[in-house]
């Protein structure tokens, strides 16, 4: 069974720090696919970006970036020179490989509410 | 950029009440889903709908679930008999063939009375 752990409830810091939101996973399968969503107060769901589990590449993309390593099972996320307006909670999720190839349903961890405090 | 509606935003019902919560996905998009998410709790899998059945579903999605295609734009899913633990908020998501992001929906609200 797949299982996705975001051990940090929630994390406050003052803007422009840098934090970084943790995501450890579990799963049988060798080919998979991670995910970072971001839920801000409007409850929306917006996505930030995709990892295949042969791609263990990092990236960045703005203040934002991913660090992807399988042989600890994580998936971590790290926000630069934070602003106000990355509040949100942010949820890591994991998903298997469809018969027709694509991710299928995501199980997602608990989130972590980030507050960014001016 | 096209988005993933839903309707309505906020849905009131009755417990026992049978309640439609639609969904309008991307045009190119062949895959849905429906995922719920109680208060302040995580997001949770119901159910995915490829080629007019449903591809795979959850625990939660047990005989009081349904979903359907009605046409060839909407995506609905129906609770028969709500109960007060049906209170949640609802989202809906769609992708394309062979692409593997799932594009969400901005949620119906679902209050159970």
């Known amino acids: 069974a797949q299982k996705v752990t975001q051990a940090q409830t929630e994390i406050s810091v003052v803007e422009k720090e840098d934090v970084t939101l943790d995501c450890v996973y579990e799963?049988?399968?060798?080919?998979?696919?991670l995910f970072w969503y971001k839920q801000p107060p409007s409850g929306e769901l917006v996505f930030l970006i995709r990892r295949n589990s042969f791609d263990e590449q990092n990236e960045i993309s703005g203040r934002y970036s991913w660090n992807f390593q399988k042989s600890t099972s994580s998936f971590n996320f790290t926000i630069t020179a934070s602003q106000v307006v990355d509040s949100a909670v942010y949820f890591c999720?994991?998903?298997?490989?469809?018969?027709?190839?694509?991710?299928?349903?995501?199980?997602f961890g608990k989130g972590t509410h980030l507050i960014i405090q001016p | 950029e096209p988005e993933v509606t839903q309707t309505p935003s906020h849905q009131v019902t009755q417990m026992g009440q049978e309640v439609i919560l639609r969904c309008v996905p991307i045009?190119?998009?062949?895959?849905f889903y429906w995922y719920r998410q109680i208060l302040g709790q995580k997001v949770e899998f119901l159910v995915s709908f490829y080629n007019n059945e449903i591809s795979e579903k959850s625990e939660i999605f047990d005989d009081q679930f349904s979903v359907e295609r009605p046409d060839g734009s909407n995506f609905t899913l129906k609770i028969r008999s709500t109960k007060l633990e049906d209170s949640a908020m609802y989202f809906c998501?769609?992708?394309?063939?062979?692409?593997?992001?799932?594009?969400f929906g901005p949620g119906t609200r679902l209050t159970v009375l």
């Open positions: 799963t049988r399968d060798t080919t998979y696919y």
């Open positions: 998501a769609s992708r394309p063939a062979g692409y593997d992001t799932q594009y």
């Open positions: 999720a994991l998903s298997e490989v469809s018969n027709g190839g694509g991710a299928d349903g995501l199980t």
């Open positions: 045009s190119n998009h062949l895959y």
